[in-house]
């Protein structure tokens, strides 16, 4: 078999190992954060960050969610960087945020962050302050979950199908079942666009 034969096989095993009733309780739980007026907050570092800037623009326009990363804003980013320290950066902006147990957190990572490693402390530390204010944990991560997946209200894992491509398919998996999530009839309210455009509609 060829490098894409193989790579595209592992997508296949990823796809069929992740737990639909994760998905489900993800699902349904983040319905309960809309419903109760909460607020979501998407947060991911390096390729994640990228991730949640994508995922706060579906769940806001598809989902009606009031929707927010810290990663869009680059100038308050780096200068909480530059003036605390990047372990703060996501905890010290949820604090400006007023995070309350209604608002919901939506953790994109692929290890889910591990304060002893010194891997995504950010995120651990912003995760630690969501279960301090009692808000709604979420998490799509891989490996083992790292911290996401011990403290979440409900964590998909990707599984490890080959543990020399762990990041480039955890992070692909982040868009699809992000793309799950804001299609689920849970959540979904307001229609894509091309779908919108087929022809019957």
């Not at 990663?71 to 007023?98: C, H, I, M, Q």
């Not at 997946?149 to 990707?158: F, G, N, Q």
Request: aromatic residues 6%; contains cysteine; proline residues 3%.
């Amino acid at each position: 078999m060829t490098f894409s034969q193989d790579f595209l096989a592992e997508v296949r095993e990823v796809a069929e190992g992740i737990s639909a009733d994760a998905v489900e309780k993800t699902a349904n739980l983040l319905a309960a954060v809309r419903k109760n007026g909460g607020r979501l907050f998407i947060l991911g570092v390096g390729g994640s960050a990228g991730s949640a800037s994508h995922a706060v623009n579906d769940f806001r326009k598809l989902c009606g969610f009031e929707a927010y990363t810290p990663v869009d804003n680059v100038s308050e980013l780096t200068a909480r960087t530059n003036d605390e320290g990047w372990d703060t950066v996501f905890v010290e902006w949820l604090r400006g945020s007023k995070i309350r147990k209604e608002d919901g957190i939506l953790a994109l990572s692929v290890g889910g962050g591990d304060l002893e490693q010194n891997v995504s402390a950010n995120l651990v530390k912003a995760l630690e302050e969501a279960k301090r204010s009692g808000a709604t944990v979420v998490g799509i991560v891989g490996r083992d979950g790292g911290y996401t997946a011990r403290v979440a209200d409900s964590c998909i894992i990707v599984p490890t199908v080959n543990k020399d491509h762990i990041t480039p398919l955890t992070e692909a998996f982040h868009g699809v079942i992000w793309h799950l999530l804001v299609t689920h009839p849970a959540l979904k309210l307001n229609p894509t666009k091309w779908e919108s455009m087929a022809p019957g509609k």
